[in-house]
């Protein structure tokens, strides 16, 4: 694979753990503002869970690459 494509795999890969981050830490403010419905700890339990993920998904692809 040619150097450039690795280089902007990586970067969408570090991109991804910094989404998944954000999603971790501003959970709450994140579910405020995106979610009508008034169950605001489950809103926020589930954008944790997703950037966990997200965040698990960018580590491999930048460990991997």
Not at 36 to 65: C, V, W, Y
């Amino acid at each position: 694979m040619d150097e450039t494509v690795r280089i902007i795999i990586k970067i969408i890969g570090l991109i991804l753990v910094l989404a998944g981050v954000i999603f971790i830490f501003d959970a709450r403010n994140l579910g405020k503002k995106w979610f009508s419905f008034g169950d605001r700890n489950e809103a926020a339990k589930t954008l944790k869970i997703i950037g966990f993920i997200i965040g698990i998904i960018g580590g491999l692809i930048t460990a991997l690459i």
